[in-house]
């Protein structure tokens, strides 16, 4: 069996000990397999603190920016490889491989040309200068720099790909070695990724570093320049939160987390219309693709009283077209869930949404096509119809992370469906699908401070979005509360927290001198 | 004895049970008491966001900036009584009463003209919107709306008033409801301050309140839109993050803790300049203003080697003509530190520096003037001397928050400066003094990821700066690491703590219509 290595210090190493095993969770083959045991942290850490930083900072926006171009372009070349790997380990059809795979190399391509934009300046100075008293010699800037740390990226299993490349894209930009540590169930896409990567030969010593297998005590190794980005659930989240690692220094921590995202149609939009079309296909999406195993996937379905039947039967028909099956035979359509724990949470999760609300569709026995009878990790794309949402709580407060949502009705008014929405106690994402201004004023009003992301769904764009569910670089991603108060791309914001900004005062023409000779 | 009064859910309230007692900390005597027991803090913090948020986020940034005018007038009117509460409970000298004092209306001030250039609208689009893909229609927007929680200050003993004025100035401005918990030994300024802004009575209802006395559980009464201010000690910061009121809901943490700043002076200066009187000026203003207890003050003074002997007798003999004593008596210069327990802390520390330094002054008995024999929490002014830095620890780790620093020799190169300097882990401010361009770039590049806020002295601006000591609204005020991480004030900057960044998705004919509409 494959056994997958780590890359520290710049060497690729294997880990002692009990590894962990690598299925693929169709078929539940084991594929791979990984361990840490026997890996010195601390001196991995300090090796990309102290050479990879200190590289990445000798260098220019621009020309970090060529790095960046360089590893999306290594990815986009090994495509086909790297979709197979999706498919084998991650449960992804060929489609959902594409659109992590794709993502990376993207959002890579798109902090490459910010790089080129950026040019020569190594450090960003932020904004005008400042008249600090009544003299016009003392003088006040403000500067973005390099944090002297690392960062350490702790990816989610729903996105090897994608996730390597969001995190990495805005921190190498920033002038930060990364430390990527996958998931662990999913991590030979991530490995092959890494392997890409360090072949390409253009990140310097130290910028990159490669964590294959269980985190260990890798924390305890953080110090106070460093950032941890991570990228998982709730709880994960608070014990990273309160870790005495992160605590000691201050260490800034990003949690992309639990979140209860909402779709809702608007009072004004009738069956038959562009934006009622748009709207189902984009729910049906958000349930069905990567078997619903996306951060910013619709939970929530929120729709008129009076629309109810008709929402309800025309997803009920388009899930029954699905194929559920292994991702490898042809005309499969939704894979399986990653790992055997997932399927666990994930029916436990319906078990107490059906509590509360009832089946659409879901609760039938079904055979996944082209799977060894009994393996896999498979749960039948799931629409429940919540009638009471004033006693629901689960469907407010319980991400079931798979192709699962629920209808929940309300009276048409804004007011009330903006009520029901926060009860999701903060967001990655909510869309709205409405033609009526009055309508989506008071949704962007009412939904902002709950949310990272609004989405507005109208008839004049109905073909051209990609959809709530897909992260842009150029939209920032993360949400308050709940989701885990994170916040990530959004064009040059996502360099913010890789960066230190530090107020410089002193004399206007020094300042100026070293500003402009440094910058 | 007066007992002192919280302001919450719109009503002043006196707590029952045992309460806390206020002393003048130069005679012990007991000037007041405050209890918050009995208090329902999740009642008075409902109404601070049920009626207090939704009042202010009706306003514009205008009508929330004549709030905050108002308020900085109502603290100018009464500037003189405010003095006298800041001498009695504060242990201030009429001059650091004053620099707490006019730090508040002064920094109000500030943002009551940052509210009317932000004019008429309620919340803020930040940048320009951009193109989400091939089609010019699907468009994207990044705006900054108040939160709907509530933003809890919880304020340093050291600056009752400031302290007040700078957060609440950041978080009426962009929006949001305040609750001010002030450290309860030298609350008494601190409430006659929020008598002052009920009496001026144009805080709408429940935009403001006031916790007299012990914090209680009022912890556990966060919800996940709230915002945490604290300024404080690293151990409490520490205690706050992890706290699972604020774990639970991922609720908005800033802390602005122990800080071991420094002030290097420069290898090119020489005795008897500009920028070497400059130098002494500030460092001596330091360790003497408020008896040391600002978060800001320099703890470590670097030296040139062949500088050392004349900055030691030079400070020691400035240090000489300081009259330690009860602030209310004619001529005393440096006040008593607040309370018994800083005592006790300030003396277990000097200890700690002492055993790896020599003392220049402060290890002698004295009598401190117009204070009843054995009373009163009085500490020398005290200045040490490390001759060598890299065996020495708590110099670089040990905040002694009270009239005492450290001369440390250097080698009068930059880069070992630096490192010296990076060892305190995280600064709110460093200071450099000197007029060598080429060091001063050096100094920038090195010690800004380090520091909150750099200053650099020089020639030119010799007599017209503040210090680095003085925090000032234009900058921003925090640091990394130690320092706790957060980041304050800043100009407009200082509204981000309080406000969330939503991105906005959408046809563009709709967003810029709904967007300029309601902005």
């Given at each position: 069996?494959?056994?997958?290595?780590?890359?520290?210090?710049?060497?690729?190493?294997?880990?002692?000990?009990?590894?962990?095993?690598?299925?693929?969770?169709?078929?539940?083959?084991?594929?791979?397999?990984?361990?840490?045991?026997?890996?010195?942290?601390?001196?991995?850490?300090?090796?990309?603190?102290?050479?990879?930083?200190?590289?990445?900072?000798?260098?220019?926006?621009?020309?970090?920016?060529?790095?960046?171009?360089?590893?999306?372009?290594?990815?986009?070349?090994?495509?086909?490889?790297?979709?197979?790997?999706?498919?084998?380990?991650?449960?992804?059809?060929?489609?959902?491989?594409?659109?992590?795979?794709?993502?990376?190399?993207?959002?890579?391509?798109?902090?490459?040309?910010?790089?080129?934009?950026?040019?020569?300046?190594?450090?960003?100075?932020?904004?005008?200068?400042?008249?600090?008293?009544?003299?016009?010699?003392?003088?006040?800037?403000?500067?973005?720099?390099?944090?002297?740390?690392?960062?350490?990226?702790?990816?989610?299993?729903?996105?090897?790909?994608?996730?390597?490349?969001?995190?990495?894209?805005?921190?190498?930009?920033?002038?930060?070695?990364?430390?990527?540590?996958?998931?662990?169930?999913?991590?030979?896409?991530?490995?092959?990724?890494?392997?890409?990567?360090?072949?390409?030969?253009?990140?310097?010593?130290?910028?990159?570093?490669?964590?294959?297998?269980?985190?260990?005590?890798?924390?305890?190794?953080?110090?106070?320049?460093?950032?941890?980005?991570?990228?998982?659930?709730?709880?994960?989240?608070?014990?990273?939160?309160?870790?005495?690692?992160?605590?000691?220094?201050?260490?800034?921590?990003?949690?992309?987390?639990?979140?209860?995202?909402?779709?809702?149609?608007?009072p004004?939009?009738?069956?038959?219309?562009?934006?009622?079309?748009?709207?189902?296909?984009?729910?049906?999406?958000?349930?069905?693709?990567?078997?619903?195993?996306?951060?910013?996937?619709?939970?929530?379905?929120?729709?008129?009283?009076?629309?109810?039947?008709?929402?309800?039967?025309?997803?009920?028909?388009?899930?029954?077209?699905?194929?559920?099956?292994?991702?490898?035979?042809?005309?499969?359509?939704?894979?399986?869930?990653?790992?055997?724990?997932?399927?666990?949470?994930?029916?436990?999760?319906?078990?107490?949404?059906?509590?509360?609300?009832?089946?659409?569709?879901?609760?039938?026995?079904?055979?996944?096509?082209?799977?060894?009878?009994?393996?896999?990790?498979?749960?039948?794309?799931?629409?429940?119809?919540?009638?009471?949402?004033?006693?629901?709580?689960?469907?407010?407060?319980?991400?079931?992370?798979?192709?699962?949502?629920?209808?929940?009705?309300y009276d048409g008014s804004s007011g009330r469906v903006v009520e029901l929405i926060a009860?999701?106690?903060?967001?990655?994402?909510?869309?709205?699908?409405?033609?009526?201004?009055?309508f989506?004023?008071d949704m962007?009003m009412g939904l902002?401070?709950?949310?990272?992301?609004?989405?507005?769904?109208?008839?004049?764009?109905?073909?051209?979005?990609?959809?709530?569910?897909?992260?842009?670089?150029?939209?920032?991603?993360?949400?308050?509360?709940?989701?885990?108060?994170?916040?990530?791309?959004?064009?040059?914001?996502?360099?913010?927290?890789?960066?230190?900004?530090?107020?410089?005062?002193?004399?206007?023409?020094?300042?100026?001198?070293?500003?402009?000779?440094?910058?």
């Amino acid at each position: 069996m494959e056994q997958l290595e780590s890359y520290v210090s710049g060497n690729w190493v294997k880990g002692s000990g009990k590894p962990s095993i690598l299925v693929n969770p169709a078929t539940e083959e084991h594929i791979a397999e990984a361990s840490t045991e026997g890996l010195d942290f601390g001196a991995a850490f300090q090796y990309a603190r102290d050479v990879g930083g200190k590289a990445l900072r000798a260098l220019s926006f621009a020309q970090r920016g060529e790095i960046l171009r360089a590893l999306s372009r290594a990815i986009h070349a090994k495509r086909d490889a790297l979709i197979e790997d999706g498919i084998a380990n991650g449960g992804n059809t060929r489609s959902d491989a594409k659109f992590d795979i794709d993502g990376a190399s993207g959002t890579l391509a798109y902090y490459a040309d910010l790089g080129k934009q950026l040019g020569d300046a190594k450090f960003l100075v932020e904004g005008d200068g400042i008249q600090l008293a009544r003299s016009p010699r003392w003088f006040g800037y403000h500067a973005l720099v390099p944090r002297h740390g690392l960062a350490l990226h702790i990816n989610a299993f729903n996105f090897p790909g994608w996730g390597i490349g969001e995190k990495m894209a805005c921190a190498i930009l920033a002038g930060m070695p990364v430390v990527v540590k996958p998931a662990t169930s999913t991590a030979v896409l991530a490995y092959r990724i890494a392997k890409l990567f360090v072949e390409a030969n253009v990140l310097p010593p130290g910028a990159f570093s490669f964590i294959a297998g269980s985190p260990g005590n890798m924390l305890d190794s953080l110090s106070e320049q460093d950032v941890v980005a991570f990228t998982g659930s709730a709880d994960t989240g608070a014990r990273l939160r309160t870790h005495a690692g992160i605590v000691r220094g201050s260490v800034r921590l990003n949690i992309e987390a639990d979140s209860l995202n909402s779709a809702t149609l608007g009072p004004d939009v009738s069956a038959g219309s562009d934006t009622y079309r748009m709207f189902l296909r984009e729910v049906m999406r958000d349930m069905t693709q990567k078997a619903g195993q996306k951060c910013t996937a619709t939970r929530r379905i929120f729709v008129p009283e009076g629309m109810v039947n008709d929402v309800r039967d025309e997803l009920a028909a388009m899930l029954r077209d699905v194929q559920v099956g292994n991702p490898a035979t042809d005309g499969v359509t939704v894979g399986p869930l990653a790992t055997a724990s997932q399927l666990r949470d994930i029916r436990a999760g319906i078990e107490l949404l059906a509590k509360e609300s009832t089946f659409v569709t879901g609760n039938q026995a079904f055979t996944p096509a082209g799977v060894p009878e009994g393996k896999g990790y498979f749960v039948a794309p799931t629409l429940l119809h919540c009638t009471d949402p004033d006693a629901a709580k689960a469907v407010h407060a319980h991400e079931v992370f798979g192709p699962c949502a629920t209808i929940v009705p309300y009276d048409g008014s804004s007011g009330r469906v903006v009520e029901l929405i926060a009860r999701g106690a903060g967001m990655l994402v909510g869309s709205v699908y409405s033609d009526d201004r009055a309508f989506v004023t008071d949704m962007v009003m009412g939904l902002a401070p709950y949310h990272g992301r609004l989405y507005f769904g109208s008839e004049k764009i109905a073909d051209q979005t990609a959809g709530p569910g897909t992260v842009l670089p150029q939209s920032i991603h993360g949400g308050p509360g709940r989701a885990g108060g994170g916040e990530e791309l959004g064009g040059q914001r996502g360099l913010a927290l890789y960066s230190h900004r530090v107020a410089i005062q002193g004399a206007r023409p020094i300042l100026d001198a070293v500003l402009e000779l440094k910058k």
